[in-house]
């Protein structure tokens, strides 16, 4: 089992910034992945950001280049930094870990951004 936990959301102002940090605990491997996923009033959760074990990342377009999602291996722990932030970034941000060996996927509790305009 692992356990997800974030934080940093919050509300801010068009433009501004934020950092989130979600923290790993339990059974984890060395071949994984771990990303972002927001999920707007009334819409779908969608794919913010992910970085694998061996740091590749992937970004969904409307965040690229205000994003930028990094690890701490040592720590088990991944952050997501936003930049520019607009009110369409509003959303609940929720942490996943995706362990590749068993296959299984384990998501946090989500965090609430909320950007005003």
């Known amino acids: 089992q692992v356990q997800l936990v974030e934080s940093g959301g919050g509300l801010v102002q068009t433009g501004g910034s934020l950092r989130l940090t979600c923290a790993a605990s339990g059974t984890i491997t060395s071949m994984n992945s771990m990303g972002w996923y927001r999920q707007a009033p009334g819409k779908d959760r969608e794919l913010v950001s992910t970085?694998?074990?061996?740091?590749?990342?992937n970004y969904a377009d409307s965040v690229k280049g205000r994003f930028t999602i990094s690890r701490d291996g040592a720590k088990n722990a991944v952050y997501l930094q936003m930049n520019s932030l607009k009110p369409d970034d509003t959303g609940v941000y929720y942490c996943n870990y995706f362990d590749s060996i068993i296959s299984r996927l384990y998501w946090g509790q989500g965090t609430q951004v909320t950007v005003s305009s």
């Open positions: 970085i694998t074990s061996g740091g590749r990342t």
